[in-house]
């Protein structure tokens, strides 16, 4: 067994993908690795020696969320075609498509019980999906603006969704309402999720930041400002002791919620890194990002036990005052001297690929995810979130018309939550009129069989 203090390595790499890297998943048994890309295609790698790799082809924009389901039977993914589809992870690849959202759809996340879908779109809504009936069941509308991860907590309970409106908000799935909010003003949260107890949150700012949130007394915990761009992904270790992150400063950090401090600086990406998530176990975790190569870890570190870890520094759970980061290790870049895996398509495709410059700066329009070269054309974007900033002619608009704008804000939230009833109405009237045409065939076949 490694010794607790050793470090993380890097154990192999993936190289597949015609484009950055954009999300990852392990299977539960820890045996397989599926990837999402800019490349439009999913690709799905096996740990065993010399086997192949599949990849899926069906998306006709940019992959921008996979997730296994919890018992390794089925592969979500989300696209920039306004689609979500549900894989079979064999040879084959066979899938069924989701159509609800009317804009790119940017995070998928199974419940724990593998019963429920969740998916985060553009369109500023989060929707849930039956998985027994393969069917969409409701929306969440609160948010003001695109809606960019959304996730269940580990009993289902709740979902956590970040948008671009500057908020992170709560959802009780029982009635479907917002339970809590909070909110940034400085910017706003690329990716969010539970930790592993569901007691706390943490984000992924787009202001550099990682937050950790207790959700049962609506605290700020923990804020780390240990990246030099974006951070763009988080992954709580399966023990809840440990957080890595990624980020548009090219490195991975990992760091030690117990100490409050950051521990370790990995550097094997050239460019930003898009996403990363640990195993199952905890015992790898992966990493993707711009330089379209997928990099899988040992993580080592992690080899003390928890329960003894967990009593030690039990009364060190709460932090007021910011963490110190002076423990800092710094890791040189790791030479990649593997073999590249080799791939097998389970479907031909003649769509020509984007080039290069084309990928970077036209699929996403966060700069926090974009390289420099990429720069122009995150000018625009750039403007809008100036325009959140107040100014001199905000500060002196008339009472009136602010009062005239609040009440259309109510009655917007009014249609929105409408059209959510509306949508549930429809799915409980599609439920009913299929069970009435399926006893119809059935009574017709039984008037047959009698003549």
């Not at 389901?69 to 075609?81: C, E």
């Not at 905000?394 to 005239?404: E, K, N, Y």
């Amino acid at each position: 067994m490694a010794s607790a203090t050793e470090d993380p390595v890097l154990e192999r790499y993936f190289k597949g993908h015609k484009a950055a890297i954009t999300s990852l998943d392990f299977s539960p048994n820890g045996k397989q690795l599926t990837t999402a890309s800019w490349d439009t295609f999913l690709m799905l790698w096996n740990f065993k020696p010399h086997a192949r790799a599949y990849r899926y082809v069906g998306h006709k924009d940019v992959v921008t969320s996979v997730q296994f389901s919890p018992h390794g039977n089925l592969l979500a993914s989300a696209s920039r075609d306004r689609t979500v589809r549900l894989w079979i992870p064999d040879k084959r690849g066979k899938f069924s498509e989701f159509k609800a959202h009317t804009a790119p759809v940017r995070s998928v996340d199974f419940s724990a019980d593998g019963q429920f879908l969740a998916t985060a779109s553009e369109d500023k809504s989060i929707k849930v999906w039956s998985m027994y009936r393969q069917r969409f069941l409701y929306s969440l509308y609160r948010h003001t603006h695109w809606v960019r991860c959304a996730k269940f907590s580990p009993d289902g309970r709740l979902i956590v969704s970040c948008s671009e409106d500057k908020t992170i908000k709560i959802w009780d799935t029982t009635n479907k309402q917002c339970v809590n909010n909070f909110s940034d003003s400085v910017g706003f949260a690329n990716f969010v999720d539970f930790n592993p107890s569901g007691t706390c949150i943490a984000s992924a700012g787009s202001d550099q930041t990682v937050k950790v949130w207790d959700v049962r007394v609506n605290k700020l915990l923990q804020h780390y400002q240990v990246h030099s761009g974006g951070v763009n992904c988080i992954s709580f270790h399966p023990s809840g002791n440990y957080l890595i992150t990624a980020s548009s400063d090219g490195t991975l950090k990992i760091l030690d919620l117990l100490e409050g401090r950051l521990i370790y600086t990995l550097q094997g990406h050239m460019g930003p890194v898009f996403t990363v998530s640990f195993s199952k176990g905890g015992e790898l975790f992966a990493s993707g990002g711009a330089d379209t190569q997928v990099l899988l870890w040992r993580t080592n570190f992690d080899e003390l036990p928890y329960k003894g870890l967990n009593k030690r520094n039990l009364k060190r759970l709460h932090f007021d005052s910011p963490p110190h980061l002076l423990d800092i290790y710094p890791r040189t870049p790791h030479p990649h001297e593997e073999k590249v895996e080799t791939v097998e398509t389970t479907e031909t495709s003649g769509r020509t690929l984007p080039d290069k410059g084309e990928e970077a700066c036209g699929y996403f329009l966060n700069p926090s995810l974009l390289s420099p070269e990429c720069s122009p054309t995150t000018t625009k974007k750039k403007t809008e979130d100036m325009s959140d900033l107040p100014c001199e002619s905000q500060r002196s608009i008339p009472l009136a018309v602010t009062d005239a704008l609040e009440h259309i804000m109510e009655q917007l939230n009014v249609l929105t939550q409408t059209v959510s009833i509306l949508e549930q109405r429809l799915t409980l009237t599609e439920d009913k009129l299929k069970d009435c045409l399926e006893n119809q065939q059935k009574l017709f076949r039984a008037v047959q069989q009698k003549s």
